[in-house]
């Protein structure tokens, strides 16, 4: 099993900036870590995610431009860095770990996740 926690979340305003984490313990078997958000009403949606082996990343259209994701694996941490945020960038996010090589972004075939972390971009 994979124990994964998030943290930084917050209260920003338009335009700011935020970086989030994710710590994972427990088994390191996995393919891939991925950032998902789900806004209240709103279907889950992958947001960016990472390969562990090789670091390659894929992003969502949405955040392209304003989000990076990076892993650190010696330390087990994936971060997501996001700039320029808006409005709509509002809601609950989580991270997700894979064990199976495929699409990272699809939140259905996630085998582990963390608690979710709260983001809000407001004036």
């Known amino acids: 099993q994979v124990q994964l926690v998030e943290s930084g979340g917050g209260l920003v305003q338009p335009g700011g900036s935020l970086r989030l984490s994710c710590a994972a313990s427990?088994?390191?078997?996995?393919?891939?870590v991925g950032w998902f958000r789900q806004a209240p009403g709103k279907e889950r949606e992958g947001v960016a995610c990472?390969?562990?082996?090789?670091?390659?990343?894929f992003y969502a259209d949405s955040v392209k431009g304003r989000f990076t994701i990076s892993r650190n694996n010696a330390k087990s941490i994936v971060y997501l860095e996001m700039n320029n945020l808006k409005p709509e960038d509002t809601a609950t996010y989580y991270c997700?770990?894979?064990?199976?090589?495929?699409?990272?972004?699809?939140?259905?075939?996630?085998?582990?996740w963390g608690q979710g972390t709260q983001v809000t971009v407001s004036s």
């Open positions: 990472v390969t562990k082996r090789l670091g390659n990343t």
């Open positions: 997700a770990t894979d064990s199976l090589i495929g699409p990272c972004l699809e939140a259905a075939v996630q085998d582990y």
């Open positions: 427990g088994s390191t078997d996995y393919y891939s």
